[in-house]
């Protein structure tokens, strides 16, 4: 396994720090580990071998990514801070348009996407959100250690995430299946998480997404439920991606909270 791979596997980004690798490897720990698979022991073991590895490898990345920093600091004007700030703006900007358009024509409904209008909508929100992103991508590339880098790593890890999460498309029958028991927590963690979006980035536009403390808190629990419990079921991975952009969002609006560039 090398460095791409690990961070792959992890389901991060070469530019994720380390908070973001913990809390990855926590949440695979708690889908891998052999107490939570007694009937798959030689499937856990084995993933979490790779987890274990994964997880090293990529520690080892961040120190050297972190030493090199420290030995090599960049000596940069204010006109080229000021030009990754504003494309650190636009960037923003494209992904928060995609993100309101995908509201705006209710696309969380997986099934208003094939409609006519509502399906060229779609596909222009993906396009806006992906387009930020990249433009985030490159800016990590350029930016120097500090609240800028910070802060366009957040914009870019929620950005991808929320890409991720749009383009889900699996449904679920209504039957007394486990799958369905697993896609109503499912379902119902989505709805509480749509509106916290809504709420942090458009309070204007959908003034009535009443969510409290306690209702994120829920979300995050009834997504670890599907983890932990649900397991052998279909909603693993979109469990997975949900809880990713719940993390990524509540890092991004701590980060607003308490910083300004």
Known sequence: MDTDEAFSFLGLSLSANRDELE?????????YHPDRNPDKSEWSHARMTLLNEAHGL????LALRGQN???????????????????????REDILEGVHLYYTFSLENIHLRAEGTRRLRYNSAKRGVRKGTIQLEKILQEAPEGKLKTYARLWETFGKSFYDSMTITKICPADTSLNYKAYKHYRNAAL???SFIKRCFFPEDFPRQDISSKSIELCGQLLLLILSNY????????????LSLLDNLQNLVEFERRETL
């Open 69 to 91: 920093a420290r030995s090599a600091p960049k000596q940069v004007s204010r006109e080229f801070m000021l030009r990754l700030q504003n494309s650190l703006y636009a960037a």
């Open 192 to 194: 509480i998480l749509d």
């Open 23 to 31: 809390a990855s490897f926590r949440r695979l720990v708690m889908l």
């Open 58 to 61: 990529a520690q080892h990345y």
């Open 231 to 242: 397991r052998e079921t279909i909603w693993v991975p979109e469990a997975g991606i949900k």
